[in-house]
């Protein structure tokens, strides 16, 4: 499985954009870039994902490198309900699991 | 309208017993996951299903064993449970492929005493 380096905690203010980087220096040209978080006592829930472009949905931006071996996760403006551990997971095209790494715990602070 | 649904929510039972997991999905979608959460928190999948056809076996003992019923539904059965079964098992859909996300079920809390 093609792997993923994150941090492991970051910590922002409510109401203030949150940038989560995520390293996949060896993703080759089939792998998908998602991005899922997990809610305390809760199922993981899908955020957003990409091939090469750049992607806005209603919860999130990822901002993806030229070179694809990083992306970035924006949360525009993070709510206390931001909250959560973030995974970026590299998924090939004709693969069907998501390989979960222990991802990034976000906290927000009031 | 719940799109991924598990029952029991939580299950408490002795080591030795046989017990399972049911999970539906609402979405259409023809592909069911199964993972599984430790008390480290790490998710691994486990098995999955595509039309029915099972696609997915990690290493997973043969005491647990998936049944798709159709398109719908995933249920997990495991047979004499061990105390390092306790974890929380998550049922998940979706399209087929990579290209497209993945649904997640609230989860099942898993307690061998």
């Known amino acids: 499985d093609a792997k993923t380096t994150q941090p492991n905690s970051m910590e922002s203010n409510e109401e203030e954009p949150v940038h989560l980087p995520c390293n996949h220096s060896?993703?080759?040209?089939?792998?998908?870039i998602h991005w899922y978080r997990q809610l305390p006592s809760q199922g993981p829930e899908y955020v957003i994902h990409g091939l090469t472009s750049n992607v806005n949905n209603r919860m999130a931006s990822l901002a993806i490198a030229e070179d694809r071996k990083s992306s970035t996760l924006i949360l525009h403006r993070a709510t206390l309900r931001d909250a959560a551990v973030y995974y970026c997971i590299l998924r090939p095209s004709n693969d069907y699991k998501l390989s979960f790494g222990a991802g990034t715990t976000v906290t927000v602070r009031a | 309208d719940t799109a991924v649904s598990q029952t029991p929510k939580y299950l408490v039972t002795q080591m030795g017993n046989d017990k399972s997991i049911k999970c539906e999905q609402n979405l259409g979608h023809d592909t069911m996951y199964w993972y599984k959460q430790d008390s480290k928190k790490f998710l691994k999948i486990m098995f999955s299903y595509n039309n029915k056809e099972l696609i997915i076996n990690e290493t997973v003992p043969n005491r647990f064993s998936p049944k798709s019923p159709d398109k719908a539904h995933l249920n997990l059965h495991i047979n004499s449970l061990e105390l390092g079964d306790s974890a929380v098992y998550f049922c998940?859909?979706?399209?087929?492929?990579?290209?497209?996300?993945?649904?997640f079920g609230p989860g099942t809390r898993l307690t061998v005493t």
């Open positions: 998940a859909s979706s399209q087929a492929g990579g290209a497209y996300e993945q649904y």
């Open positions: 060896t993703i080759s040209g089939t792998d998908y």
